[in-house]
């Protein structure tokens, strides 16, 4: 494995219009994979992160205020639903009152625009999947756009390496398959490749927040951004207390050798270590993926790096077909936005309520978001219990979306008194069906819960 592997792929990318940014952000990811490094973070070498400044202690103040108003919010979106059986974006799926996530999102923005008298721009970290569907359905919302500033930048995309020789895969039968999204750590190449860095800054924009566009509770709150601006810190992450589903998510800690906050992922944890990274009182802070950027320091780190940041390595290991086990084994190289903690001087976490994490990673967390635990209020947002009950549905029958919407024609059952919920086997729900503390389901036939039953 030489060079020419490398050439190889450069090639491919500058045939396919990647700006240099990209190209620099994939040759420091390659050259990682090539010198041997494997991606993981070792308990070892970790200090646990156990007692950042809390959200409750800030204040909502003029200077919060201000400080919003300097804010522009950027939403992750460059998914589809497939693990979900959708071919279309994830942001689409309908939540609430018909409304989808890009729905509901937008509402909150223009709420607080209201409410606060700020500009807030909104824009979306879009892929080439998403883009199209994403940018018609923000048709809806004329009022949404602000200034001259664009509604969206779109990520890139890479090479598919094959595993045994590092070359870019080469399928003729289908091209796009060739081609792989190089994570949401792409965040950075592909913003600093928009222009769109010095365009907000020109407009009088210093801050960003960002986040998933699939976690509702990630309303940008003028308490955090006025705590963000106190700082000075170039990054802060939002980071939530763990509970027992979030076993497998990721979390910071302290780098023993230099101090540093660093994220670990589930990615990053060798095999052997899995026991200690799942050990919720060890590790007690869940990573939100909640991020605020002083646009000015970020300006100033891309600028010294070609446009990119050297963030740590994520090796995805899949074949070239995903619906295909014989197709070639290859290699999807990666980055995650929040690994970038450990890049800048001086960055922040900050604890933050539960009800701002509200991610939506299968259909039994929707389910959740959908049920009476949350009240969709009048400025689109969910309100509802601190800690949500346990979910867990068989996956033989629930994974997909028009499989789970089958068995539950008449909506989600009532969750307020439940603690947890597990059903294996395929049961259909009725209309008014009320679960209460613990409930687990079994079955080995088809059944039917019939309306008004209380478990």
Known sequence: MTDSALDASVDKLRADGAAPSVVAAFTDRYRRLASGETGYVHEADLEPLTDPPVLADQALDEAATRALAQTAVIRLNG???????????????????????????????????????????????????????SLEALEAYPDLPVGDLPLE????REPKLLADTHMPASWPAHPDLEWCPPGHGDFY??????GLVGKLR??????LFVANIDNLGAV?????????????????AEVTERTDMDRKGGHLAHRISDGRL?????????????????????HPWAHTNNIWLDLEQLEEVLEGNQGTLSLPLIINRKTLDPADA??????QLEGAIGAAVEIFDGAEAIGVPRSRFLPVKSTADLLVLRSDIYEFTEDARLVGREISPVVRLDPRFYKLIDD????????????????????????????????????????DGSERIPDGTVL
């Open 79 to 133: 998914g589809l639903g497939t693990s979900m059986g959708l071919a279309g974006p994830k942001c689409l799926i309908p939540v609430r009152d018909g409304l989808s996530f890009l729905d509901i999102v937008v509402r909150q923005v223009l709420a607080l625009r209201e409410a606060h008298g700020v500009q807030l721009p909104l824009l979306l970290m879009n892929s080439y999947n998403t883009s199209e569907a």
């Open 153 to 156: 930048f779109v990520q890139s």
């Open 189 to 194: 190449p592909s913003l600093y490749a928009s």
């Open 202 to 207: 020109a407009e009088g924009f210093r801050y």
């Open 220 to 236: 940008p709150d003028p308490r955090l951004a006025g705590w963000f601006a106190a700082t000075g810190a170039p990054y802060a």
């Open 262 to 282: 660093v994220l670990r992922d589930t990615a990053q944890v060798s095999p052997d270590e899995m026991e200690s990274f799942i050990d919720i009182h060890r």
């Open 326 to 331: 014989d197709s070639p084994a290859v290699f």
């Open 404 to 443: 789970f919407e089958a068995r539950f024609p008449a909506g989600p059952p009532s969750l307020e008194e439940a603690d947890s919920l597990r059903v294996e086997g395929d049961f259909t729900f009725g209309s008014g069906v009320v679960v209460r503390g613990d409930v687990e389901l079994f079955s």
